[in-house]
């Protein structure tokens, strides 16, 4: 009975914590353009000192575009450096409810940083990213970012010397 009992207590423990876990932002993320409603990119979001942090780590573009352009005249420290690679977002703070607030989000096509606040929704599956301005938090952009699975790194298999091919 005992161990029927803390078996049932164990799976409960899992099932809780990888809950949790989905819930969680961190994590890579397809952006949904809120205007065309196409993919734009892969954003791989962290946390680091205790703050939480994106950066684009795949873009999907058409053949005939620059395939790594470079962010646009406004971006700060990042101007004129390469899409690819850029932190994004920096700054968010694990708020109440669920939010993560009080960062900013980049626009590097635009140029344009605003105030950010992000969640997930839906079970984790998609995270409702929102940019604006400080003091009208109604003005602003709102995007539904689709949560992606962790790209496996490929790894080359080692050669394995056989003692009779030496």
Sequence with gaps: MKKLLLLIMGVIFITTALYADNLSPVGWWKTIDDETGKAKSIVNIWIENGTMMGKIVQLFRKPDEDQNPTCAKGSGDLEGKPMLGATIMWGLTEDKDGWWDGGKILDPKKGKT?????????????????????????????QIWERVPEPIEETQPEKVIEEGNK
């Design 114 to 142: 605003y105030n950010c606040k992000i969640r997930t929704i839906e079970d984790g599956t998609k995270l409702q990213v929102r940019g604006y301005i400080k003091a009208i938090i109604r003005i602003g952009r709102s």
